[in-house]
């Protein structure tokens, strides 16, 4: 019997288990279909609105009615910490189906503001009914069965955490269990301690690994936002839809003033990851190359660096650092950004050559990069140099947007001067396909690094070059992120 024909009561039963993936196209199907769907329509964009983009303490109230945080607790499908979303979805189970992105940094949050006389009575009002739900999914949980964990032991841990009122791992670690549609993920990995939720993590990572087609959760995980120093970062990497990963945190590790590389730099599989970022990090070459060597699919690295990303801090090598990306992902990297936060670098006498970036096209960089050149080359010769040959050296000829940033004071003026020397005849031979010069000029900067701006203005419009002049160092922009990139981003 076709689906259309059967009785109008049937179809009102199966109309709920569409939810949340087929339920709109099904109400748009004809006019009789959307009055039959019409009763669930606000239950849908309810929970569409709370769980679809999720994030902790999410509300539709106006928070100017609330007289505690702890009115949070009274919304059901406002969740405030990992343990009320998973007790949510314990009694509906289809609240997971409709989570696509997520974002759980802030876990319990708000819970350290309510008063101690409060919580009791929230608690009794807000948690009680459900916990006989919950405890059946741990019972229940395949996760926690392959794993090796006894769910029992595992679900009173957690509880002794939600019954004190704090964060609590063990419930974070399993509500990633029950994530089958999640697309983006953005969570607090870098503070889990505790062995048991580490090694649930592992598992569902493995599992989801296993099962790219069927409906193991995080297998949908597009994009992953969040510190790169967890052990399991590779494993979240080569999760079979990795597209996408904004990441801080160091990048290999430190005993002291020697790096302990650590087996979870290597993995046997090859991701998928398109674009990566770096926001206040740092790395060591070896981790780099090691992260580098797995992503043949790279298009696009940015990577912001800073001193403070971790306590041991080594001199961060700039031209090593480009050196090795240009080994590793130089043949099909499409956009490079690198940039400093402190403005400096530490300056080496290794002679940069980026021309093997054979298909880059935006290119961000410290002028730190030219210092680097004049270190390696003899100083009574900077003047009498081919002024194109550093032009080429650093600008790879398929690049078309080029962003340089600068605190614009010296020695920084000699390096613009000898980059862009004789630019307007130099730029048909070697950077042909150049269109976009982006370069900070500040306030403050040094009247003889004003002077080369000013110069280079008239070299660009000589050679047909838009050229961009920035006051503020901090918003030269990001080049080559997707305009629907989850990330932050800055412009």
């Not at 109309?15 to 087929?22: H, M, Q």
């Not at 009789?32 to 569409?48: G, I, V």
């Not at 054979?358 to 009498?384: G, N, T």
């Not at 080559?480 to 412009?491: A, M, N, Q, R």
Request: glycine share 4%; charged share 25%.
């Amino acid at each position: 019997m076709a689906f259309m024909e059967l009785p109008t009561e049937l179809m009102q039963q199966i109309i709920p288990y569409t939810l949340p993936e087929g339920f709109e196209s099904l109400a748009l199907t004809c006019k009789l279909l959307y009055t039959l769907c019409s009763p669930f329509l606000e239950h849908h964009n309810n929970l569409r609105f709370h769980f679809r983009k999720f994030e902790y303490n999410k509300t539709n109230k106006d928070f100017r009615e609330f007289r505690y945080h702890h009115d949070l607790l009274r919304f059901p499908d406002t969740a405030t910490s990992a343990y009320i979303l998973i007790s949510r979805i314990a009694i509906e189970p289809v609240v997971a189906g409709y989570i696509l992105e997520a974002d759980f940094s802030l876990d319990s949050h708000i819970y350290d503001r309510i008063p101690p006389p409060l919580r009791e009575r929230a608690l009794h009002e807000t948690w009680r009914d459900r916990g006989k739900a919950v405890r059946q999914l741990f019972a229940n949980s395949l996760y926690l069965r392959e794993a090796g964990l006894d769910w029992e032991e595992y679900y009173n841990t957690m509880m002794e955490d939600v019954n004190s009122w704090r964060r609590s791992e063990h419930a974070a670690a399993f509500l990633l269990t029950l994530l089958p549609n999640l697309e983006v993920l953005t969570p607090e990995f870098s503070e889990f301690r505790s062995p048991a939720p580490q090694k649930l993590i592992t598992t569902i990572l493995e599992v989801a690994r296993r099962n790219p087609h069927g409906n193991a959760s995080l297998a949908q995980v597009n994009a992953y936002s969040g510190s790169y120093d967890v052990p399991w970062i590779p494993s979240l990497l080569a999760l079979p839809r990795i597209k996408r990963f904004w990441g801080h945190g160091h990048m290999g590790k430190y005993v002291g003033n020697n790096i302990d590389e650590s087996g979870y730099l290597e993995t046997d599989s090859k991701s998928t990851l398109e674009v990566a970022g770096f926001t206040e990090s740092s790395a060591n070459l070896a981790a780099l190359t090691s992260f580098l060597k797995y992503a043949p699919c790279l298009k696009s690295l940015t990577f912001w660096h800073s001193t403070k990303a971790h306590e041991g801090h080594q001199d961060w090598d700039l031209c090593g650092f480009i050196s090795t990306v240009q080994r590793q992902v130089g043949n099909h990297l499409e956009h490079l950004g690198v940039i400093n936060f402190e403005l400096h670098c530490s300056i080496t006498s290794e002679n940069p050559d980026l021309r093997g970036f054979e298909r880059l096209k935006r290119l961000e960089l410290p002028l730190d990069i030219v210092l680097c050149y004049l270190k390696a080359s003899d100083p009574a010769d900077s003047e009498i140099l081919d002024p194109g040959s550093l032009l080429s050296r650093i600008v790879p000829a398929s690049v078309s947007v080029l962003s340089l940033l600068s605190p614009g004071k010296s020695p920084h003026d000699k390096a613009l001067k000898l980059l862009f020397r004789d630019f307007a005849n130099q730029k048909k031979v070697q950077t042909p396909n150049l269109k976009e010069i982006s370069l900070t000029c500040p306030d403050d900067a040094d009247v003889s690094y004003k002077a080369q701006c000013e110069n280079l203005k008239a070299e660009a419009k000589r050679a047909d070059v838009d050229l961009t002049l920035s006051e503020d160092p901090w918003l030269i922009s990001t080049v080559g992120l997707d305009e629907d990139i989850c990330f932050p981003s800055y412009s």
